[in-house]
């Protein structure tokens, strides 16, 4: 099993920059990829970036150029490094986790960590 637990969430104002860690522990090294989600009130929870299988990334438009995943395999941590927020970026932000089993894979996801931008 993989467990993960993120961190780093806030209120900031408009235009500021926040950092969200995810720190994956357990059977860090069936993990297959990983990346942070997204979910505003009354939305669904929608991808902001993430790590795939094959190492490349991926980037919700609205986010790119604004928002960094990065990863230190020493500490089986992922980062969303945040700037230029906007008021449409309020949401509670969750770790995923994927785990690669001879069945399939598994998703693993964290409490969510809220972040919220004034404007």
């Known amino acids: 099993q993989v467990q993960v637990v993120e961190s780093g969430g806030g209120l900031v104002q408009a235009g500021g920059s926040l950092r969200l860690s995810c720190a994956a522990s357990?059977?860090?090294?069936?993990?297959?990829?990983m990346g942070w989600y997204r979910q505003a009130p009354g939305k669904q929870r929608e991808l902001v970036a993430a790590?795939?299988?094959?190492?490349?990334?991926n980037y919700a438009d609205s986010v790119k150029g604004r928002f960094t995943i990065s990863r230190d395999n020493a500490k089986n941590t992922v980062y969303l490094q945040m700037n230029s927020l906007k008021p449409e970026d309020t949401a509670v932000y969750y770790c995923?986790?994927?785990?690669?089993?001879?069945?399939?894979?598994?998703?693993?996801w964290g409490q969510g960590t809220q972040v919220t931008v004034s404007s």
């Open positions: 995923n986790a994927v785990e690669l089993r001879p069945g399939g894979e598994l998703d693993y």
């Open positions: 790590f795939t299988s094959g190492g490349s990334t």
């Open positions: 357990g059977s860090v090294f069936s993990i297959n990829a």
